[in-house]
């Protein structure tokens, strides 16, 4: 951290405000010198093994050592100049980033397009008590905010200073760490085993593999190994992913907001301040309905996955991976305070909608008060959209050659990209037409009535192929949602 300089008092009888005096490092400040070992020490790994499992090395253990010794000098010495080459700076409005030696990059994070900030710790860097930060910059990917590897402590006090320079307040930085409230929830472990292995996926995956292995010893009916390691796949991932990834889930709050923690091996910190929340998405499968289980997403700028890097670009923040009713709606009402979701009056969609969903058409819903929209559907896996008025972007109506058949039309209200997705399907035209003109005018009166303390950068979701008025949309646009 770069050296404070604490605010002079003025003239006697002139009051003084707290000012925040420049803190531009002109040389930058290095990361942690662990940091080449943290990052490469996978690549270290993957060359053992290769080595380990050549047959001709394993034959001359001589070369097979010097091969593997060559490998980690070469890695210590190309990561030793990656972390020598590598400095960051805190400048009045933003955090520079200088990396690379032969292709020199610099990153320019401003203050005021930090949307949210993750301190996380892989399993690693926590063995040697190190830490990432992670900011969700608006407009750019995941590894745009990423800066490896701090001491906790220093990521810590770093992480708070960007949360009180995002907000716009003229203060020095803060050189204590922050201290949490008392934990809101916490998930137990039993209940993220439990939602995975109910999960669609995991059940599916679980039945084929259960019926390749039928096939193979009861009917001798030989498909290859190769044929079960997807469905092993589909049974492991999700296991690693909910069990493993979320493990200890807590939730609590603090001064900047809500903040999430999680993770067995990779302990990852996530905060949401407030006002920058998008929109919600609360998911129930099937059987997590009869158990009365939930899991609630959130759209916040900056968070969505960057398909670029190989992420799911409808991937949101994780506010709680399953929880029961009472412990959603309690988690509701602390992200959008007064909200209550079983007092907004829901409006069904019409019986004629049957012939274009038999079975769907009875859970399409959709509701509003004075705060947000809230659209229903999906029967197999119920889908509850939450967006907030003065976050909408645009409003439009869609209408396929079937529907102007049976008179129906569907309206989106386009939101920040993330999994939020708002859309009233199969209404009446002239109740879609009315919706169309009612929620533009409560997006308009939103914007110009709420203050926002933050001026929050977002990226738009990409248009829609066919337009964004009246096109035609067939009922396979939406069949994934039954």
Same mark, same amino acid.
């Given at each position: 951290?770069?050296?404070?300089?604490?605010?002079?008092?003025?003239?006697?009888?002139?009051?003084?405000?707290?000012?925040?005096?420049?803190?531009?490092?002109?040389?930058?400040?290095?990361?942690?010198?662990?940091?080449?070992?943290?990052?490469?020490?996978?690549?270290?790994?993957?060359?053992?093994?290769?080595?380990?499992?050549?047959?001709?090395?394993?034959?001359?253990?001589?070369?097979?050592?010097?091969?593997?010794?060559?490998?980690?000098?070469?890695? @210590?010495?190309?990561?030793?100049?990656?972390?020598?080459?590598?400095?960051?700076?805190?400048?009045?409005?933003?955090?520079?980033?200088?990396?690379?030696?032969?292709?020199?990059?610099?990153?320019?994070?401003?203050?005021?397009?930090?949307?949210? @900030?993750?301190?996380?710790?892989?399993?690693?860097?926590?063995?040697?008590?190190?830490?990432?930060?992670?900011?969700?910059?608006?407009?750019?990917?995941?590894?745009?905010?990423?800066?490896?590897?701090?001491?906790?402590?220093?990521?810590?006090?770093?992480?708070?200073?960007?949360?009180?320079?995002?907000?716009?307040?003229?203060?020095?930085?803060?050189?204590?760490?922050?201290?949490?409230?008392?934990?809101?929830?916490?998930?137990?472990?039993?209940?993220?085993?439990?939602?995975?292995?109910?999960?669609?996926?995991?059940?599916?995956?679980?039945?084929?593999?259960?019926?390749?292995?039928?096939?193979?010893?009861?009917?001798?009916?030989? @498909?290859?190994?190769?044929?079960?390691?997807?469905?092993?796949?589909?049974?492991?991932?999700?296991?690693?992913?909910?069990?493993?990834?979320?493990?200890?889930?807590?939730?609590?709050?603090?001064?900047?907001?809500?903040?999430?923690?999680?993770?067995?091996?990779?302990?990852?910190?996530?905060?949401?301040?407030?006002?920058?929340?998008?929109?919600?998405?609360?998911?129930?499968?099937?059987?997590?309905?009869?158990?009365?289980?939930?899991?609630?997403?959130?759209? @916040?700028?900056?968070?969505?996955?960057?398909?670029?890097?190989?992420?799911?670009?409808?991937?949101?923040?994780?506010?709680?991976?399953?929880?029961?009713?009472?412990?959603?709606?309690?988690?509701?009402?602390?992200?959008?305070?007064?909200?209550?979701?079983?007092?907004?009056?829901?409006?069904?969609?019409?019986?004629?909608?049957?012939?274009?969903?038999?079975?769907?058409?009875?859970?399409?819903?959709?509701?509003?008060?004075?705060?947000?929209?809230?659209?229903?559907?999906?029967?197999?896996?119920?889908?509850?959209?939450?967006?907030?008025?003065?976050?909408?972007?645009?409003?439009?109506?869609?209408?396929?050659?079937?529907?102007?058949?049976?008179?129906?039309?569907?309206?989106?209200?386009?939101?920040?990209?993330?999994?939020?997705?708002?859309?009233?399907?199969?209404?009446?035209?002239?109740?879609?037409?009315?919706?169309?003109?009612?929620?533009?005018?409560?997006?308009?009166?939103?914007?110009?009535?709420?203050?926002?303390?933050?001026?929050?950068?977002?990226?738009?979701?990409?248009?829609?192929?066919?337009?964004?008025?009246?096109?035609?949309?067939?009922?396979?646009?939406?069949?994934?949602?039954?």
């Amino acid at each position: 951290m770069g050296p404070v300089t604490e605010p002079t008092p003025g003239p006697p009888g002139q009051q003084t405000a707290a000012v925040r005096p420049p803190v531009t490092e002109q040389t930058g400040a290095r990361l942690h010198p662990l940091t080449p070992f943290v990052k490469g020490w996978g690549y270290f790994v993957v060359a053992a093994f290769a080595l380990v499992n050549n047959e001709g090395l394993r034959s001359n253990l001589t070369i097979a050592g010097i091969g593997l010794a060559a490998v980690l000098v070469g890695g @210590i010495l190309l990561g030793a100049l990656s972390w020598w080459f590598t400095k960051w700076q805190l400048t009045d409005d933003a955090i520079r980033v200088d990396s690379g030696f032969l292709f020199r990059r610099t990153r320019i994070i401003r203050f005021d397009r930090i949307q949210a @900030i993750d301190v996380a710790q892989p399993f690693v860097a926590r063995l040697f008590g190190m830490a990432e930060l992670r900011m969700d910059v608006a407009g750019g990917g995941k590894s745009d905010g990423k800066l490896s590897y701090f001491t906790y402590e220093e990521a810590g006090r770093l992480r708070t200073t960007l949360l009180v320079r995002a907000k716009g307040q003229q203060v020095v930085e803060q050189q204590t760490d922050q201290v949490e409230m008392k934990p809101l929830l916490v998930v137990p472990t039993g209940r993220l085993l439990g939602a995975t292995l109910l999960s669609s996926t995991v059940l599916a995956s679980a039945g084929g593999l259960v019926w390749l292995i039928a096939a193979a010893t009861v009917l001798n009916f030989h @498909i290859g190994l190769f044929a079960g390691l997807p469905l092993l796949l589909g049974v492991v991932q999700p296991i690693w992913k909910q069990v493993v990834g979320n493990h200890g889930f807590t939730l609590s709050e603090s001064d900047h907001g809500l903040r999430t923690k999680r993770g067995l091996f990779d302990v990852q910190r996530q905060t949401v301040p407030p006002g920058r929340v998008q929109g919600l998405l609360i998911t129930e499968p099937l059987i997590w309905r009869l158990l009365g289980w939930s899991r609630v997403e959130l759209d @916040i700028a900056g968070v969505a996955g960057n398909k670029d890097e190989g992420e799911n670009d409808h991937e949101g923040a994780q506010l709680l991976p399953v929880g029961e009713r009472v412990e959603v709606a309690g988690v509701l009402a602390r992200v959008l305070p007064g909200f209550d979701l079983s007092r907004i009056e829901m409006h069904r969609a019409p019986e004629r909608a049957k012939w274009l969903r038999p079975i769907g058409w009875r859970y399409l819903a959709y509701g509003a008060d004075d705060q947000v929209l809230v659209t229903v559907r999906g029967w197999v896996s119920r889908r509850t959209s939450i967006v907030l008025h003065h976050k909408t972007q645009s409003v439009r109506l869609q209408q396929g050659p079937l529907q102007r058949r049976l008179g129906l039309a569907n309206v989106h209200v386009d939101t920040p990209l993330g999994p939020t997705d708002a859309v009233a399907l199969h209404r009446n035209q002239s109740e879609a037409a009315a919706l169309l003109q009612d929620q533009a005018v409560r997006a308009r009166e939103a914007r110009r009535t709420v203050a926002s303390p933050f001026a929050v950068q977002t990226q738009p979701k990409p248009p829609s192929p066919d337009g964004s008025s009246s096109s035609a949309a067939s009922p396979a646009d939406d069949s994934s949602d039954r």
